[in-house]
């Protein structure tokens, strides 16, 4: 993301009409899952492994990521219909193909906005699982093991201008869904 979108996204005022707001918040979906569904399964890897690896390149030298040896994880975004399979192996993090018959361990699902809510630390997950917000099926274990390696990120950790996009995006959304709860 070049530095002069991430300036113009802090230049958007997070006080729009509510009303326009949610309008904008719950067309989005709509607009990426068609798009999205047409990128290629290597092409998502070339995209999110990459940043993964990036994002979590502490935990894995540190062998936060053994846990998941030989394990599938299925990350699931309901609204835009992304599947995504990872699992690690030879300290690295893998990618299924979307047409493989790999049966996941584990399974964590949510909406893009849960999702963003809990990157942008808006929301924490214990409170969206237990609201049924955040599903996670499967192993237990291994999926409080997932859940408390993604608790331990940093925001600061991802690179600036994912970062600042990341944070304005969850408190963009965070304000919406508090003025229409008022």
């Known amino acids: 993301m070049s530095n002069s979108f991430s300036l113009s996204l802090q230049r958007l005022p997070l006080t729009l009409p509510v009303t326009i707001r949610s309008q904008i918040i719950n067309t989005i979906p709509n607009i990426l899952r068609p798009t999205l569904a047409l990128i290629p399964t290597k092409l998502q890897k070339k995209l999110i492994l990459p940043a993964l690896h990036s994002v979590f390149n502490e935990a894995i030298n540190e062998g936060d990521f053994d846990f998941l040896e030989g394990k599938w994880l ?3 975004i309901t609204d835009l219909n992304l599947n995504w399979l990872i699992s690690f192996t030879d300290n690295q993090l893998i990618m299924a193909d979307n047409n493989n018959t790999i049966k996941e361990d ?3 699902s949510a909406s893009g906005d849960d999702l963003l809510l809990i990157a942008g630390r808006k929301q924490d997950p214990d409170t969206l699982f237990f609201q049924r917000r955040l599903k996670i099926e499967g192993d237990t274990e291994l ?3 997932v859940k408390n390696l ?4 940093e925001l600061d950790q991802l690179p600036k201008s994912i970062h600042k996009f990341v944070e304005y995006s969850a408190s963009l959304l965070q304000q919406t869904r508090d003025e229409l709860n008022q």
């Open 143 to 145: 999926g409080l093991e």
């Open 106 to 108: 584990v399974s964590f």
């Open 150 to 153: 993604i608790d331990a990120l």
């Open 74 to 76: 299925k990350i699931s």
